[in-house]
């Protein structure tokens, strides 16, 4: 089974839709990552968490919400799906032990908003 | 801001052909540099990263880059490609300027023909 696991892999749903995206980890890590990958644009961060009760905001975090309902599970929400939030998502973990910017990475989420 | 260019966007090689892939950064300081893989349908997997130290850094599957202050450049090195390196190469960098998160340059889309 992998480390870090998203749910759906993939989904279509229309404009204003509420879609969920979930992610559990079996790595122990503390540290959670929510990034979205557009073609020529690279990753950029959206939300990230370091322990069950601390939230921050990346780059891009308008139109998304996020919840850590416990140490290996973070979910992204898009409480009004628009066509522009059409991308692959990525949820990632890091162990703060490790020094920054080691992360893993699931198998990504392709949402598709129409 | 800090920022990663990946100044290429394609690059095809043959089969056994030595690889070189690009990445320049812009910083204050010396960041936190890596360089991920994406086979495709995969996740991000770290192929190796500096911190410090020797400017010339191994890595997995046979890779290397080198760390250059003066050009604040962070190639990625493979003296002899195989045809399952096809795939995109991510370039990010962290700063502790910056909160440690890690910025991903745009990718570049390695081919690689027999």
Not at chain 1, 6 to 20: A, E, F, L
Not at chain 2, 53 to 80: H, M, W, Y
Request: aromatic share 12%; proline share 4%; with cysteine.
């Amino acid at each position: 089974d992998a480390d870090v696991t998203q749910t759906p892999r993939n989904r279509i749903t229309k404009t204003g839709k509420r879609i969920m995206l979930e992610c559990s980890q079996t790595k122990g890590h503390d540290r959670m990552y929510w990034y979205r990958q557009d073609p020529g644009l690279g990753l950029r961060l959206i939300y990230y968490s370091f322990d069950v009760k601390d939230i921050n905001k990346g780059e891009i975090s308008d139109g998304y919400s996020v919840s850590r309902q416990a140490q290996a599970k973070f979910s992204l929400s898009l409480e009004s799906a628009i066509p522009n939030q059409t991308a692959l998502y990525f949820c990632a973990t890091s162990d703060a032990d490790r020094g920054p910017g080691e992360l893993f990475f699931g198998e990504g989420s392709r949402l598709t908003v129409l | 801001a800090q920022s990663v260019t990946q100044p290429d966007i394609h690059i095809t090689v043959s089969e056994g052909a030595s690889l070189e892939l690009r990445c320049n950064y812009s910083y204050g300081a010396t960041p936190y540099l890596f360089w991920y893989v994406q086979s495709p349908g995969q996740g991000l997997q770290l192929l190796l990263k500096y911190f410090s130290g020797d400017t010339l850094v191994q890595g997995i599957k046979g890779f290397e880059a080198e760390f250059k202050r003066s050009q604040s450049s962070f190639n990625l090195r493979k003296p002899s490609v195989h045809w399952s390196d096809a795939a995109e190469y991510f370039c990010a960098v962290a700063a502790m300027e910056y909160g440690n998160k890690l910025v991903f340059g745009a990718g570049t889309i390695l081919r690689v023909k027999s």
